[in-house]
């Protein structure tokens, strides 16, 4: 599996109101439904979302998802929770796509469930 999100399979989607968190649960995508299979302008599962977080993102994905209306979102925050708690107040840290340190949150399989088993999406 690849190093960025595009290939995710897993996501934790939060359900969000008036700035809250309400719920979290987990998405899991077929490999033919990862963004990095997705071409055109069709349906995805996660096309409802606001932003999609994660720990690293190549400039194809930050593509697909700014057509769709969803931020892309960069960050060296691994905990998902706190990631989604510091987007929701402005505070999280964010990294540009080519600042990305490859190999910082998955590659060897340290923190993996952020990266692409585990991104966020709001």
């Keep these: 599996m ?3 999100a595009g290939r995710c399979r897993r996501f934790f989607l939060y359900e969000l109101e008036n700035g809250q968190v309400m719920g979290r649960q987990e998405l899991r995508l077929s490999e033919t439904e990862t963004f990095h299979e997705l ?5 995805h599962p996660l096309g409802a979302c606001q932003a999609l977080i994660a720990a690293s993102m190549g400039p194809g994905l930050v593509r697909k998802l700014e057509e769709r209306g969803i931020e892309a979102v960069i960050t060296s925050e691994p905990d998902c929770d706190l990631a989604v708690a510091a987007w929701l107040d402005g505070s999280l840290p964010r990294l540009r796509s080519e600042d990305q340190e490859h190999g910082q949150f998955g590659h060897h399989g340290h923190d993996d469930h952020h990266q692409h088993e585990g991104g966020s999406c709001h």
């Design 2 to 4: 690849g190093g960025h």
């Design 39 to 43: 071409h055109g302008s069709g349906d």
